[in-house]
């Protein structure tokens, strides 16, 4: 993948409520909520690594499409309080705990990448509270009976969750030097800033230049504090997730690209046989980053309107 250095992006947060919400066993999980108050509630999860502070490059989608949307960070990333040996469905009882203490009842909810196995387990453990789920670009769980589940990752990826599967020696390893080639890239402007074992189709390099400013505030935001998140995001996505995918129930949409490196599109495939009355919407040249166009049918979806 070549790499391109770019200006830095002038990019600002958008205004936004923060909450901090303690959870039963003391713990503290970030939260931070943007859109219209009055809105339809959405919990929107993030990748891996990734955090609170996610926003679209339009920041006035939300309101638009009235939602209440609802970013947290996963336990060890941003100001979120680490929960070692956490699994996949361990994130269901937080999400629960923020709705409750933000008088919310039911919720969409949407997670990408690394969020998307987490948006499944809310829509599987909590299918009176889930109104509708989008899980993109999702990863597949480990192991998947009839799935290659490496076939098709990009080198860093195979490292990462190989590693993983050794130990949390071996990932936190791994993931702080990746953190520090990341942040060097990011402070270069250098938008190829997974670096080289990551190779990323030519539709991912074009959204990783246009978006380099959303996403550096997202990382440096969710890694601010080290990788504990992101070492405990890869250990959970290679134990048991927690549910089956079988037993999903609901509305729920797949949504991922055919050119995707770091989640290769076996494992939407993969997730769309085994989750009942999924629908799926596969974008033929897109890759993991997406399609911007695609962001405004995702908002209608989730706010009922689609």
Known sequence: MSAEAVPAAVVTVPEHIEHRVQMPDGRIVAAAEWGDPQGVPLFALHGTPGGRISFWQDPTIYARHGLRRITLDRPGYGESTRQPGRIVA?????????????????????????????????????????????AD??????????????????????????????????????????????????????????????????????????????????????????????????????KPWGFDVGDITGTIMLSYGRVDTLVPAAHGDWLAAHIPGVTTRVLEEAGHMGDDADVEHDMAWLAGQG
């Not at 390099?205 to 890869?234: E, S």
């Open 90 to 134: 361990d994130a269901v009882p937080d999400i629960a705990a923020i709705a409750d203490q933000l008088g919310i009842g039911s919720f969409a909810v949407t997670g990408g990448s690394g969020g998307g196995p987490h948006a499944l387990a809310c829509a599987a453990l909590l299918p009176d509270r889930v109104l509708r789920c989008l």
């Open 137 to 238: 670009v999702s990863i597949a769980p480990y192991p998947a009976e009839g799935l290659d589940w490496f076939a098709g990752q990009t080198r860093g990826n195979v490292d990462e969750f190989q590693a993983a599967q050794r130990g949390e020696a071996d990932i936190r390893q791994l993931t702080e030097a990746e953190w520090a080639g990341l942040r060097a890239r990011l402070d270069a402007g250098d938008s190829n800033f997974l670096g080289d074992n990551y190779e990323m189709s030519e539709a991912d390099q074009a959204q990783m230049l246009k978006h380099l400013g959303r996403m550096a505030i997202n990382l440096r935001a969710a890694l601010a504090g080290g990788v504990d998140g992101w070492v405990d995001d890869d250990i959970a996505f290679t």
